[in-house]
């Protein structure tokens, strides 16, 4: 007889929910989605005999993967380090102690700029005083895009990739750079759409400055490795009240709640499918809105309606503007300010 049943919450956790919003779109809805990634890093890792039971993990995270990463090492023996940024939440932190991992919180930050790249310095401290630790290097290392095959399969068993567009927001590049990557092996028409915040050197955007900015782990002060830019057909940038508006939406019409960033995936699905009735799209929901609650959804009343915005289509980086910005990147390679030293492939 054939077991089906999980023996640690983070192999359930690696599996999203695939919700059918209309009969053109899909949603990927995660409860923590880089439980998937880290996962099966974490295994290859074990395997590869890089890491072993007993080591330390440690990264920098603004929330997810932090759970993430706790919950792969729980799973496997090893112990974990947060360099946590201000914006996980006491709930987060107290699940993350009581897995068993060390968080070390930055303090108070102006910026989620500064709290990044102090993050990251941090990180290379501990590495200095502890050389045997291991760093995960989430926003560099491709291991991180493995854990995503199985989900492309899963997409690709439930859409026509002939017309396929994948909606998300770009974080470290692992998810949706991945996600289209593999989907691609057998469909290279797929396209790829991301979603940034505004404020982000990833796409271009750091000259544009949003007061609320609180789209946390879909931008980015400092170049990411496993951001493959030529992956990316249409880039869209969002501002707080334009995510807002589309996670109102998402949640009111389709009862998903879920981050700022899946609202953000959300209004831009809406768009491409606006220009292309025929398109069919899969939007990433990466986890819940729990931790918007407070500093978002509790403003509902004030989100606009999602048909009274649009995108300001843009040919160059410098015309873009609040709230909402589009542009055809036509797999183009990284802005100046996001260019890495080498490029990061995909892993097999």
Not at 137 to 152: K, S, T
Request: glycine share 6%.
């Amino acid at each position: 007889m054939r077991e089906d049943v999980d023996h640690h919450i983070a192999d359930a956790l690696s599996r999203p929910a695939l919700v059918r919003l209309d009969s053109r779109t899909l949603c990927l809805r995660f409860e923590t989605m880089k439980v998937a990634s880290a996962l099966e890093a974490v295994r290859h890792l074990l395997e590869r005999g890089t890491i072993a039971r007993g080591d330390t993990l440690v990264d920098s995270s603004s929330g997810i993967y932090a759970h993430a990463l706790a919950l792969a090492c729980h799973r496997h023996g090893l112990h974990c380090h947060i360099v946590a940024s201000t914006t996980v939440d006491l709930t987060l932190r107290t699940q993350l102690e009581i897995l068993g991992a060390t968080v070390e919180p930055m303090p108070p930050s102006p910026s989620l700029k500064l709290d990044q790249s102090r993050r990251v310095a941090r990180v290379r401290e501990i590495l200095r005083d502890h050389p045997r630790h291991h760093w995960m290097r989430q926003y560099h290392d491709d291991v991180h895009y493995r854990g995503y095959r199985p989900i492309a399969d899963l997409i690709r068993s439930h859409a026509d990739c002939s017309r396929l567009s994948v909606v998300g927001g770009v974080g470290t590049g692992a998810s949706t750079g991945a996600l289209t990557s593999f989907l691609r092996e057998t469909a290279p028409e797929v396209e790829l759409v991301g979603v940034q915040p505004f404020d982000s050197v990833t796409f271009g955007s750091e000259h544009v400055h949003d007061p609320e900015i609180i789209i946390a782990g879909i931008g980015s002060s400092i170049p990411f490795g496993n951001v493959d830019h030529t992956l990316y057909d249409t880039v869209h940038w969002f501002g707080f009240d334009a995510a807002l508006s589309g996670s109102v939406a998402l949640l009111r019409e389709h009862a998903i709640f879920a981050g700022l960033s899946a609202g953000a995936a959300y209004l831009a699905a809406r768009w491409e499918q606006r220009l292309d009735p025929d398109r069919h799209v899969v939007v990433l929901a990466p986890d819940t809105g729990h931790r918007y609650v407070d500093a978002a959804y509790s403003r509902h009343a004030e989100a606009p309606a999602p048909e009274d915005l649009r995108p300001r289509q843009i040919s160059s980086l410098s015309d873009m503007d609040l709230p909402w910005s589009r542009m055809r990147w036509n797999r183009a390679e990284a802005p100046p300010n996001a260019a890495v030293s080498r490029p990061i492939p995909v892993a097999s």
